[in-house]
């Protein structure tokens, strides 16, 4: 960790989050940081917020999704800033959690390859199958401590996604339309392609956009598995901000 020692006392900094649309909060995610001992601090660069030049006043990254692609960057001229941030957390070692097209954006800033799903858009609550090796990574091991040994039920809703890994990559979690739903950059970088985070109105949000650009038939029928399945998404959105906490120790003791 960066802490620096002033007086005997370690120096405990916050968490970056960076958030694409306001359309894509930290939402559940957020709220299981704020539980902890975790403080966060979050950049809107759709609004005008600058995305820092390196992690030196932070103790973690997470990235969050959005409706952009990640090699959008006429449409969101930020996120090459945001890239060469995710690549200055894997060389640095900080721990970092890409969400969705953060997942995405981590993977192409490493050196691997996304693209337009060739299944098309995967949406709604899906199973992914938890590889064995997870069990001894230091963010899907306690994950799978909360959750069991799959498979998960988690929420998806994405358009692209990762075809190629980075090359020190390992792919921890797999699903059957998508294979590379999570996976590990390095020591301190993981990333997952479902949503954690996102909260039932956040989804109802996402679903009638889509019904809106044709893009599924029915908001209502996308809608209700992911209202039937609230409690299970609370308890996934708990197990990964408590295991993105863990993989902050010592920084953020308890």
């Known amino acids: 960790m960066r802490n620096q020692a002033y007086g005997g006392a370690a120096e405990v900094r916050p968490v970056l989050i960076v958030e694409h649309e306001s359309a894509c909060p930290p939402a559940l995610f ?3 940081l704020s539980s902890s001992t975790v403080d966060a601090e979050t950049v809107r660069p759709y609004r005008g917020d600058p995305v820092p030049g390196d992690l030196d006043r ?3 990254l997470v990235v969050l999704g959005g409706a952009m ?3 959008d960057d006429e449409v969101a001229p930020w996120l090459p800033a945001v890239r060469a941030l995710l690549a200055g957390a894997v060389a640095r070692n900080v721990p970092t959690l890409g969400i969705c097209l953060g997942a995405q ?3 192409l800033a490493c050196g691997g390859r996304v693209e337009r799903g060739a299944a098309g858009l995967e949406a709604g609550v899906n199973p992914v199958t938890v590889l064995p090796a997870a069990d001894a990574d230091p963010f899907f091991g306690p994950v799978g401590d909360r959750l069991g040994s799959g498979p998960w039920q988690v929420r998806h809703f994405h358009h ?3 075809t190629a890994l980075p090359p020190d990559a390992e792919l921890l979690v797999t ?3 998508y294979p590379h739903q999570g996976f590990r950059v390095g020591e301190n970088a993981w990333a997952v392609q479902y949503h954690p985070e996102v909260s039932g109105d956040g989804f109802a949000v996402w679903a009638a956009r889509a019904e809106a650009s044709g893009a599924v038939p029915s908001a209502a029928a996308l809608l209700a598995p992911v209202r039937a399945a ?3 998404q609370a308890r996934v959105a708990q197990a990964h901000a408590a295991a993105f ?3 902050l120790q010592p920084a953020f003791p308890g």
Request: aromatic content about 8%; proline content about 0%; glycine content about 16%.
């Open 30 to 32: 957020g709220a299981g």
């Open 58 to 60: 932070y103790d973690g």
């Open 69 to 71: 692609a990640a090699w």
């Open 105 to 107: 954006l981590l993977a």
């Open 160 to 162: 692209d996604a990762v």
């Open 175 to 177: 699903g059957k339309v």
């Open 230 to 232: 609230e409690q299970t």
């Open 245 to 247: 906490v863990s993989a």
